[in-house]
């Protein structure tokens, strides 16, 4: 596609996908032709919702839900909440010798360092992780199941029931956590958000900051342990290297695959017309390989120049958890190569790599000296 034809319609999908790196930012940064989509987002997550709107309402929502993620909390929250829960779970493996990374170390980091981030500090392991996959399942559901739109119905009904018990606390005093921001951050003095207003975007938050930042730290390790010289690298200073390798996992393997979006006009992009309030899926994951951007782009390369990824999306709605999940990942890789040593590949069982429009490691067994 890239090649042939980077801008067209794909029935699978019902959308215009736009392949290169060129025509991908052309498209995300004009947001006043290429707005946000709101069937599906509202659909699956509740209106309103930071990603389906656009103006001041959405200004005001992302400035809210961004507050524990602006690079200062990032920083204070590094070595507070990012480290200990790494820590944590490298040491529960530390002794075995081996483990499946996806599974016992890259999942449970997300769901529980940026969960506490979020406000779910007193939600077990296992209710996120449930949340997340129902939720999830339906949002990247294409085939209208019935099974994924009531498991996403309920994950959305638990989280309503989880907010309306904790509100009364959340009204009393605020917190540095997502929900308490949401529900308070510049609203003005004396009124709060509703569960109706903030609902929706938990939904968004729930999706790409639980699971999300999983995906790219086991992607950026899968690419690390099947490359001789980058694990060599990691393994003799894991200080260096670790945040390197996070950048280049993220554009080797774009954990969204895409973001959608829908025009608001008629337009012409790399040559095609497009009739306005058309789908749009601009293909993060496609445009990370753009091979005229990218040299040897499959090849996950610790010395590739920093040409732009664009797994965090564009312009107005560029993710607001960038910093965090880089952080996370950061700390996770430090962690793993400082305390297990010769760590690599399991030779007895294969890596899975599953999904396209959320894409990311999935089974990633891995094994050390002990
Ligand atoms: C590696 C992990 C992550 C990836 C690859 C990712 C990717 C994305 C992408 C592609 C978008 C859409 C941007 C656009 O349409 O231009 C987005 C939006 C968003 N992300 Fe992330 N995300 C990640 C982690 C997180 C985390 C940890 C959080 C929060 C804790 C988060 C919260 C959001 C929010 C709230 C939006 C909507 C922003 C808006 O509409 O203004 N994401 N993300």
Redesign the pocket.
């Known amino acids: 596609m890239r090649r042939g034809s980077p801008v067209a319609w794909v029935p699978a999908i019902g959308r215009v996908f736009v392949a290169t790196w060129n025509l991908c930012h052309e498209a995300?940064r004009d947001w006043r032709t290429y707005g946000?989509t709101s069937e599906l987002f509202n659909r699956v997550y509740g209106d309103p919702n930071?990603?389906s709107i656009d103006g001041p309402e959405?200004r005001a929502l992302?400035d809210a839900?961004?507050q524990p993620?602006t690079p200062d909390a990032v920083g204070r929250h590094r070595e507070t909440v990012l480290r200990p829960v790494a820590v944590r779970l490298v040491e529960a493996i530390r002794e075995r010798g081996r483990a499946d990374a996806a599974v016992e170390l890259c999942e449970p980091i997300s769901q529980r360092a940026?969960g506490d981030?979020?406000g779910f500090a007193d939600v077990e392991d296992a209710v996120l992780g449930r949340w997340l996959h129902d939720y999830g399942a339906y949002m990247v559901d294409l085939t209208g199941s019935d099974e994924a739109a009531r498991r996403g119905r309920e994950a959305k009904a638990e989280v309503r029931g989880y907010l309306e018990e904790r509100l009364p606390a959340l009204l009393a005093a605020r917190e540095d956590t997502?929900i308490s921001h949401l529900l308070h951050h510049g609203t003005g003095t004396g009124r709060s958000r509703s569960i109706d207003e903030v609902i929706g975007?938990m939904g968004?938050?729930i999706v790409?900051?639980?699971q999300?930042?999983a995906?790219?730290a086991a992607n950026a390790l899968l690419g690390i342990l099947s490359t001789p010289v980058a694990r060599e690298r990691l393994i003799a200073d894991p200080d260096t290297w670790a945040a390197v390798a996070m950048e280049e996992g993220?554009r080797w393997i774009?954990?969204?695959g895409m973001?959608?979006?829908r025009t608001t006009r008629e337009t012409v992009l790399g040559g095609v017309a497009i009739a306005a309030g058309t789908e749009i899926a601009?293909g993060?994951g496609s445009a990370n390989h753009d091979e005229t951007r990218f040299a040897d782009a499959a090849r996950f390369d610790l010395d590739r120049p920093r040409l732009g990824l664009v797994?965090?999306?564009?312009?107005?709605?560029?993710?607001?958890?960038?910093v965090?999940?880089?952080a996370?990942?950061t700390v996770l890789l430090e962690e793993l190569f400082r305390r297990l040593p010769g760590l690599r590949l399991d030779p007895d069982a294969a890596p899975v790599v599953e999904g396209w429009h959320v894409r990311g490691a999935t089974r990633l067994p891995i094994t050390w000296d002990t």
Do not use: D, Q
């Open positions: 995300g946000p930071v990603m959405h992302r839900v961004r993620f940026i981030l979020l997502a975007t968004v938050i790409g900051g639980l999300e930042p995906h790219a993220l774009a954990p969204f973001t959608e979006k601009l993060l797994s965090f999306g564009f312009g107005t709605h560029f993710c607001i958890g960038n965090v999940a880089r996370l990942g």
